[in-house]
């Protein structure tokens, strides 16, 4: 991997400013990306991983219609403010900063595997670390969502532990558990939080004055969890996981009969193969042991009404396995998947963007 790193291209620009790199990966895919540098010497760099998205550098994922909803722009932006140098790329199969109808490569995107994912985040760790790149004495992850799967990849080789990780809404659970929860546990989930006077059952009353600050809250809609006879009672919510639980495994069928090279979620749309979604049925390994057997400490934080990654579960998947001490786990009340104010989408809120920095800059104090 290295061979192939040390022949990566970095754009001479402002010094103090962005510099533009090209760094190839394993097999040869060239990732494009750039480095927000401090104004003073770096004393360490922040490697950014996005989660699941056809996402470039920026990840704009936020709905402020602000230049904070570009989320790893303004947090590299912090972390560049406190000395160290952020790296951020375009996920392989996006383009940046070009028109939206070329922003997928669609002769790329069918080829993003769970493998090349967690490869390319590899491939950037030697860059950053190796004296032909940044030459990174420490560096630190900053990993949202499917970001810390990537780099759970990367910790079941025989890379070195990074100084810190940094997770945003990251799972420790294995990708199989995460999904099945998705598909088939949210909505009973979310049904049991708005019970609000704690009787087991929950009215329609209940429905409408707690369901936006639920997991299910992502799908925009109440309608669903609105009952004809005004109550779900606690054998009718027991049913609702019954009957999705069926529904996933027809889901799991289908997606195990698509061919691997296909493109995922459909031709119109490319943004993955098939292959990668095949893995979020069959992929059991928890993510938690490949973290524990690499070491690095752990800092994760998580929103109270995250919609696709939650705490209770990831700290259930860490128990036990996990290093005493390695994971400080950080909640955030009222806090989403981006943590910001909804459920999944960010900007990150401003006072955990400016702690997350400072954690970055506190594992490197050069």
């Known amino acids: ?3 192939l790193v040390l022949a990566a291209v970095v754009g001479l620009q402002d010094p103090l400013g962005p510099q533009t790199f090209a760094v190839p990966s394993v097999d040869g895919y ?6 927000d540098q401090p104004a003073g010497p770096s004393r360490g760099a922040v490697i950014l991983v996005a989660g699941t998205g056809a996402f470039d550098r920026d990840v704009r994922f936020g709905t402020s219609a602000t230049p904070r909803d570009l989320i790893f722009a303004d947090l590299g932006q912090r972390f560049a403010a406190r000395g160290l140098s952020a790296v951020r790329y375009d996920r392989r199969g996006v383009r940046h900063n070009v028109p939206p109808t070329q922003v997928i490569d669609s002769a790329a995107t069918t080829g993003v595997t769970a493998e090349n994912l967690s490869r390319d985040v590899g491939a950037l760790y030697d860059w950053t670390r190796s004296p032909d790149g940044l030459g990174a004495q420490c560096v630190v992850f900053f990993v949202h969502s499917e970001g810390g799967v990537h780099l759970g990849g990367v910790a079941r080789t025989d890379a070195p ?15 199989s558990a995460a999904v099945r929860w998705q598909l088939s546990g949210r909505d009973a989930e979310s049904l049991r939080l708005m019970d609000a006077d704690g009787d087991g059952s929950v009215t329609n009353a209940e429905v409408e004055a707690n369901w936006m600050r639920t997991p299910s809250a992502v799908f925009g809609t109440m309608v669903p969890f609105i009952q004809p006879d005004g109550v779900w009672t606690p054998e009718d919510i027991a049913m609702v996981e019954t009957v999705q639980s069926a529904l996933y495994d027809q889901t799991k069928a289908a997606a ?6 296909a493109p995922y979620p459909n031709a119109q749309a490319p943004a993955f193969s098939q292959g990668w979604w095949k893995t979020w049925f069959t992929d059991d390994r928890p993510l938690a042991e490949a973290y524990a057997a690499w070491g690095a400490p752990m800092i ?23 290093n005493p001490g390695q994971v400080t786990f950080v909640s955030h009340a009222g806090r989403g998947h981006t ?3 909804g459920v999944i989408m960010g900007p990150v809120d ?17």
């Open 1 to 3: 991997m290295l061979g």
């Open 350 to 366: 401003e006072a955990i963007a400016d702690r997350i920095a400072d954690e970055a800059a506190a594992a490197c104090p050069g």
């Open 256 to 261: 195990l009969a698509q061919p691997d090279d």
């Open 161 to 175: 532990p990074p100084a810190l990780i940094i997770g945003m809404g990251a799972p420790l659970e294995s990708k």
């Open 339 to 341: 943590l910001g104010e």
């Open 300 to 322: 994760l934080h998580y929103g109270e009404i995250d919609s696709q990654v939650r705490e209770a579960r990831q700290r259930a998947a860490g128990e036990g396995v996990m």
């Open 30 to 35: 060239v990732l494009n990306g750039q480095v």
